[in-house]
Each structure stands twice: as C-alpha cells, then as structure tokens.
C-alpha cells in the first residue's frame, strides 16, 4: 500500500523555524512530483510548495522566500521530502499535507496530485 508519513509539526512562536518531512513508502516516488499543502480551519486546502522529479522548485506566493522545499533522492532509498519553513507567522498555522504526483505539470493545483498523507499540525503562537 502507497503510503506518505508526514511528521515534524508542533507548536512553535511567530519568527520561529519548523522542518516538515514527508516519507515515501516506495522507492517509486522517487520519480514524482512532490508536494505541500495546508488546510487551516474553515478554509480549503490550499497549495505551499513542490519540487519536480527534475527537482525544479515551485512556491505560494505567500511562503516564497521563508520555505525551502527539497528532496532527499539517494539511489537506493525512498524519498523523503523536507519543507524548512523559516520567519514563521500567526497565518502559516494550519495541517500540513504531503502530496505525490506522477504527471509534470499542474504543479499548483490539489487535484491533481493523487497520493496524499495524514497530515501534521503546525500551529505558531503570535
């Protein structure tokens, strides 16, 4: 079974630093389009951050320049994503989702992506 184990969340004060990771469980996503997204409460889940298998990088406007998406890729192991997020603020509050794609492109649209996590909560305090 396609599994992705997010972890890394917490509470955490306005300015601080979180690093999200995303663990694949086949090596098989070694070649897929990797995501974040979030959902905060009352909103809809809403795009943060990917990285192609070409590991092209694509942010949120929102999060640009604060959040460092990359990939740890080694030849025989599974992926794992990482999202270092960096000046964080009252508004980045909000479940954390790992998401997996096959297809380029469509990089920012949810519906798009077809294996999901559980998500981790990350909450920063003003």
């Known amino acids: 079974q396609v599994r992705l184990v997010e972890s890394g969340g917490g509470l955490v004060q306005a300015g601080g630093s979180l690093r999200l990771s995303c663990a694949a469980s086949?090596?098989?996503?070694?070649?897929?389009?990797m995501g974040w997204f979030r959902q905060a409460p009352g909103k809809e889940r809403e795009f943060v951050a990917a990285?192609?298998?070409?590991?092209?990088?694509?942010?949120?406007d929102s999060v640009r320049g604060r959040f460092t998406i990359s990939r740890d890729n080694a030849k025989d192991t599974k992926t794992t994503v990482y999202l270092q997020m960096n000046s964080l603020k009252s508004e980045d509050t909000a479940v954390y989702y790992c998401?997996?794609?096959?297809?380029?492109?469509?990089?920012?649209?949810?519906?798009?992506?077809?294996?999901w996590g559980q998500g981790t909560q990350v909450t920063v305090s003003s």
């Open positions: 086949e090596r098989t996503f070694n070649s897929y389009t």
């Open positions: 990285i192609s298998r070409y590991d092209d990088t694509y942010y949120a």
């Open positions: 998401a997996a794609k096959y297809y380029d492109g469509s990089y920012f649209s949810r519906t798009a992506y077809a294996y």
